[in-house]
Structures are given as C-alpha cells and as structure tokens.
C-alpha cells in the first residue's frame, strides 16, 4: 500500500503512517514504544542472521589493511585507500557513489629514533606526535624532568628550562591522560623545555609507543614531541625519583608539508519511498601510520559499509536512504566531519540520524545516543530485536567525532558500541592490525548496525530529536 503513496506529499504519507501507527497501538506518534511492527522484528531477525553469515566485511578490511596498509591522512596510502572505497561501492551496486573534496593536512613522520645516553646508553621505541615538528639534524640532547602533569610541571616551572620534559600522567582512562599527547608540549616549552616526551595513552603495553595528534599553542615556541612506552616512562621516573640523572638524544625528521586536497566517499542506497530523508552511517577512513588501522577506524569503515551493501544484496530497499559516508583526516582533527556539515548544511534538516562506528571492533554491546529522550527511547525500541546477539544496549551518551559537526546542528547521532576494553591497548600504535581484529565479532557489528539503520530508515525518529 504504501508504495502507492509515492505520489502524495511526504507530510500526507507520514500522516498516513502515523494514523496507523496510532490506530494499532493506541499511542501517540511521538511516544509509539510498541510502533514497530512485529513484521519489522521478523526482517531484524533475517538481517542479524544473514549479517553473522555474512564474510564481507572481513574480506574488505583485510585488504585495506595488508593490502594497502597504514593511511596517514595526507599520504599515497589514503590516496589509495579512497579509490578502493569507490570502487568498493560501485562493484557493490550502491545506487550512487561519489567523492567531496576535504582539505586535509599533511603532515609526515619521516625517520625517527631516541635513545637513553645517560645512566646507559640504550635504544627508546617512541612514535612522534602527529603534527609535531622535527628535531636539527643531529637531534636533541639533553636532561629530562619528569612529571605527572600540568600541576607538578608548574610547580616546578623553574627547573624546565633547557630540558626535556617527560609526561607521566597516571592512567585514569583515556579523557584525562590525552591532553598531555595534545597539549604537552606546549605546556613545557612555555617554561623552556627543548622537547617533550608523553606516556603513552594506555593502560597495558608491552614497550609499544602509541601515537596521535597534537597541537601547538599560538605564541608559544614550537618543540618537537613524541610518546614514550609506558615501560619507559615507568623507568625514567624511577631512576629520578632516586636522584638518577637521565639525559635522551631524540631525533625527528617530521614535517608539516602544509594542506592537501583528499575526500570524503559517499555510497548511498536510495530509499524507496522516502528517498529525500538520510540516514547516515560510517567511520575514518584514515589511521595513523604506525599499525593499519584495523580497529581504529578500519573496521568500524567495513562494518558499516557492509551493512548498507547487506540490506541491499538481501534485496531489502529501505524506505529512507542509507548514506555511507567514510571521513579523512578524522585523526589530524576531524576535518572529514567539517566538510561534510560544509558541504551539506543545506539539506540537514533532511538528516534522520547519522550512526558513526570508531570505537573498536569486539564483540558487539549496543550504541550510544546523543540526542533528546524521545530519540533515545525509539531507538532502544528499534535495537531491542539485537539483544539476541548481545547488541541492544541503547543508552544516552558520546556519539562520534565524524558525525560531531552534523550532531552539534541537530541531527540525532548515534555512537556504535562493542565491548571494547581492549581498545586503548592497540588504539594508535603497532599493534593495531587485522589478526586483532575477530571475524566472528565482526560479522555482529555488521548484523547489528544493518538492522538498525533498517529499522531507522522503515520507522523514521522522532522530529526535533536534538539534545
Ligand atoms: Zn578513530
């Protein structure tokens, strides 16, 4: 019946759908709990099954990741990984694929090392920061002072000078230890640090640095900086604490080369009735160098990419259209997220929902939402047919720093979760690689994120859903 609707106004459809969503539940639109159908839950149910059988995903990621390996925005290898995306789409029968440019920056490691010159002399694994500029030629030697943050680095403002600072902080979850990677080393050269070296942003290492984006402060001299392991930095602290002096030679060819031009890759699958209303799903399409971006944020790319192509090869056309959209430069500050919002601001009120996975691929757990309790409510409905896999912990929360700049303008975000406590222990450094990453766990996250952007794009949510 509804197909025949096509030629009426969206306001008279929808009308049409909500008299009888009203008539079958007795409920208003905006509270419908009991809204979607027990038909919806039997297509749930077939996608969640099709989607756990379903070897796509896996297969996608690891040819991103062996294939073309790691995609340092900027890079050859993100040049790459964009035409694969499109090719992808395309030999996939997405209905239409396109690409918008995104000025990223590009910024390049270049050949790196540190050692210990003094109690003993002894090779360091650090990874520098991204955005950090290099060292002279010969590199940096000197005394380090180390520090559990800001609090003891001002106290001590007046032995930094000529030094280089170690940041230490101690791990209470990633929020509250980050701003040292981003910050650090703009805190230190105020005093007159030479460089600065950060703790690693993890709870468990087996000596493997992790990197990530920093950024310098205005007026403030420009130093190189880089992570330690947390073995290292654990050492340099107990050789000071016993009055040990300890000096590092640091050495960083890195470079900022400036702005270029990558892109955004969208795939849509028009939506059969509704095909003006989006809904959008995906995650970065970038990583850092070091590792392939396997869980950060290759997988959360190949999961929602075959999500999408799932509904479509299960021949499901859902009534709204599903939008995958894979950001650049998501990790060198999220500048994918900003161009989409640019490039789109005038057709966000036709945004439905936009769901962003990159937090990892474990096994699945739910998602988070951030937008009002209406949205939250209808969602947790939509999610409930996934407790059979574990996926239908709906809750309100952080959705994704992709989706960020479209969510702050009102559009519902929705943040894919999975039980990642393992996150942070691969999460920008070597370690983030394909065999890291559960095929089976992947195969959930696929079930999971297609059957609810199906069931988003059948139902809809309710209107003005922002925070
Ligand atoms: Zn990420």
Same mark, same amino acid.
């Given at each position: 019946m509804l197909q025949s609707l096509q030629s009426v106004s969206r306001t008279q459809v929808l009308g049409v759908v909500c008299a009888i969503l009203i008539a079958s539940t007795g409920m208003s639109s905006q509270d419908d709990a009991e809204g979607v159908s027990a038909s919806h839950h039997e297509t749930q149910k077939r996608i969640i099954a099709a989607g756990l059988e379903d070897g796509f995903a896996a297969e996608w990621l690891e040819t991103l990741c062996?294939?073309?390996?790691?995609?340092?925005? /900027?890079?050859?290898?993100?040049?790459?990984?964009?035409?694969?995306?499109?090719?992808?789409?395309?030999? @996939?029968?997405?209905?239409?694929?396109? #690409?918008?440019? %995104?000025?990223?920056? $590009? *910024? %390049?490691?270049?050949?790196?090392? &540190?050692?210990?010159?003094?109690?003993?002399?002894e090779k360091l694994?650090?990874?520098?920061?991204?955005?950090?500029? +290099? #060292?002279?030629?010969?590199?940096?030697?000197?005394?380090?002072?180390?520090?559990?943050?800001?609090?003891?680095?001002?106290?001590?403002?007046?032995?930094?000078?000529?030094?280089?600072?170690?940041?230490?902080?101690? *791990?209470? +979850?990633?929020?509250?230890? %980050?701003?040292?990677?981003?910050? /650090?080393a703009s805190m230190a050269a105020r005093h007159g640090a030479v460089a600065a070296l950060v703790r690693s942003a993890t709870n468990v290492s087996l000596n493997t640095p992790h990197t990530g984006v920093m950024s310098y402060e205005e007026g403030v001299p420009k130093i190189p900086t880089a992570s330690l392991t947390v073995e290292d930095a654990a050492r340099m602290e107990r050789l000071t604490d016993r009055g040990v002096p300890v000096r590092v030679r640091l050495m960083m060819e890195a @470079?900022?080369?400036?702005?270029?031009?990558?892109?955004?890759?969208?795939?849509?699958?028009?939506?059969?009735?509704?095909?003006?209303?989006?809904?959008?799903?995906?995650?970065?399409?970038?990583?850092?160098?070091?590792?392939?971006?396997?869980?950060?944020d290759g997988g959360g790319c190949a999961l929602t990419l075959a999500a999408?192509?799932?509904? $479509?090869?299960?021949? !499901? $056309?859902?009534?709204? #259209?599903?939008?995958?959209?894979?950001?650049? &430069? @998501?990790?060198?500050?999220?500048?994918?997220?900003?161009?989409?919002?640019?490039?789109?601001?005038?057709e966000l009120d036709r945004h439905v929902a936009a769901l962003e996975s990159d937090s990892g691929v474990f096994a699945p757990d739910g998602f988070s939402v951030r937008a009002n309790e209406a949205v939250v409510?209808?969602?947790?409905?939509l999610a409930a047919p996934l407790k059979a896999i574990g996926a239908d912990n709906v809750r309100k929360g952080w959705a994704g720093v992709d989706i960020g700049p479209i969510v702050d303008q009102?559009?519902?975000?929705? /943040?894919?979760?999975?039980k990642n406590d393992k996150y942070f222990d691969y999460h920008?450094?070597?370690?983030? #690689?394909?065999?890291?990453?559960?095929?089976?766990?992947?195969?959930?996250?696929?079930? &999971?994120?297609?059957?609810?952007?199906?069931?988003?794009?059948?139902?809809? !949510?309710?209107?003005? /859903?922002? @925070?």
């Open positions: 062996d294939s073309i390996g790691p995609r340092l925005t /900027g890079s050859p290898q993100m040049d790459s990984a964009i035409e694969f995306a499109v090719k992808t789409m395309r030999d @996939e029968g997405f209905d239409k694929v396109w #690409t918008e440019p %995104v000025m990223v920056p $590009h *910024w %390049v490691r270049g050949n790196e090392w &540190a050692k210990l010159t003094s109690p003993v002399e694994n650090i990874s520098g920061l991204g955005g950090s500029v +290099g #060292t002279p030629r010969k590199g940096i030697e000197a005394e380090v002072l180390v520090v559990s943050g800001q609090e003891e680095l001002d106290s001590r403002a007046a032995e930094v000078k000529g030094k280089i600072v170690v940041f230490n902080p101690e *791990w209470e +979850g990633y929020g509250p230890v %980050v701003k040292y990677r981003g910050g /650090g @470079e900022n080369l400036g702005a270029r031009r990558q892109f955004n890759v969208i795939g849509e699958i028009r939506g059969r009735e509704l095909p003006d209303e989006i809904i959008v799903v995906g995650g970065h399409l970038d990583s850092w160098d070091v590792g392939t971006g396997a869980h950060d999408a192509r799932l509904l $479509h090869t299960l021949d !499901l $056309h859902p009534r709204r #259209t599903i939008r995958v959209v894979l950001f650049v &430069a @998501e990790e060198q500050g999220g500048f994918g997220g900003r161009a989409y919002l640019e490039a789109h601001a005038d409510e209808r969602i947790a409905t009102g559009v519902p975000g929705i /943040g894919h979760r999975c920008h450094s070597p370690a983030d #690689t394909f065999e890291k990453v559960d095929p089976a766990d992947l195969a959930g996250n696929v079930s &999971a994120v297609a059957a609810l952007i199906w069931a988003i794009a059948e139902d809809g !949510l309710p209107r003005d /859903g922002a @925070e």
